[in-house]
C-alpha cells in the first residue's frame, strides 16, 4: 500500500511558440499504454527511456490506494505497448527549473500531437510560483485533461494557446 | 513470444475414496486470479508455495501467444489475490509418477471445494498411459472443466465420481 502523495498538482497549457522559442531539450520519450483500465485493478506498461514498468493500482479507498510496481525489460514493455495495450499514448517530457519549482513539459505525440502540457507541484493550492513565459490557460480543474481522460479519447479537447 | 506446446493434455475427474486411500502428500497451495481476463490481454497473478509471478497473455494467433511472465513477491502476490483479482482460485496440487507419465492431481479449494481433477500430458491424443486406480471419467474436451470456466463460475460443475 501506498498513501496518495499529499502534493498539489496544478496542470496548464503551454503556449507553442513561446515554448519553442525557449531552445528548450526535446525531452526523454515515455510511452504508457493500459492492459486493464478496470478502476478497481488497473495494470499500466509504462516505458521511459531504457527503463520500463508494470504497474497494478487498486481503487482510491479513503487516503490510500493499493499500488504494485514491478521493473520489467524495456523490450518486453515496447512489444506489449505496441500490441497488447489499450489507450496506449506517447510524450516527450522535459524537466525545466524556474524559480524554486520543476515544471514537466509534456509534448505529446501520435493521436495528441499538437497537446502540449505542464505540471508543476506545489506543497497548497495557493503556493506561489513564478510563470514561465511558455505558461498558458490553467486546466487542472477541466476532467478533458484529466491523464485518463486523455488516454481514453486519444483526442486533443482544445488546441494549446 | 512463446509457442504453444505441442504436448496433448488430458483431463480426468478424481474418484475420492480412492485418492484419500492412494495416502498421497497434501501438495503444494496454488492460488490464482485475474486482473484482467480480456482474452485480447489477460494478466493472471499465481501464487504456488513461496514463489509468485504477474503474467500478461495475448491472444492465441495461429499457433503463438504473446506471453510476458514476472517473478514477483509472494506477499505482494497474497494481497493482490485477497483484495484486487478477480475469479480467483486455489487448490492443493499433488505431483504423482504412474508408469511413464507425471499427473497433477488439482484438490480444489473455496467455492470448488469437492472437486479433485487429474491431468495428464501426452505426446499424442492416443498415446497409451497407465490408469491410477484413483482415475474417474475423462472431461479433456467437457468445456464445464476448462481452467476459464471453472474460475469464471466458481462452481463444480458435476461432483467428482
Do not use: C
Request: proline share 6%.
Amino acid at each position: 500500500m501506498t498513501t496518495l502523495p499529499t502534493e498539489i498538482e496544478r496542470k496548464f497549457l503551454v503556449n507553442h511558440a513561446a515554448w519553442a522559442a525557449a531552445g528548450q531539450p526535446e525531452g526523454q520519450l515515455l510511452s504508457q499504454g493500459y492492459l486493464s483500465q478496470d478502476p478497481e485493478r488497473t495494470v499500466r506498461i509504462r516505458l521511459q527511456g531504457d527503463e520500463a514498468w508494470i504497474t497494478v493500482k487498486g481503487q482510491v479507498q479513503g487516503l490510500t490506494r493499493a499500488e504494485f510496481e514491478y521493473a520489467i525489460p524495456p523490450g518486453d514493455a515496447a512489444q506489449m505497448l505496441e500490441t497488447l495495450t489499450l489507450s496506449a499514448l506517447s510524450k516527450r517530457r522535459t524537466r525545466v527549473f524556474v524559480g524554486a519549482h520543476v515544471w514537466d513539459v509534456d509534448v505529446f505525440l501520435g493521436s495528441l500531437t499538437g497537446l502540449i502540457l505542464a505540471e508543476v507541484e506545489l506543497s497548497s493550492e495557493d503556493e506561489p510560483f513564478v510563470r514561465p513565459e511558455w505558461l498558458g490557460q490553467e486546466v487542472s480543474h477541466d476532467p478533458r485533461y484529466f491523464n485518463s481522460a486523455l488516454a481514453r479519447s486519444g483526442v486533443i479537447p482544445d488546441k494549446a494557446t
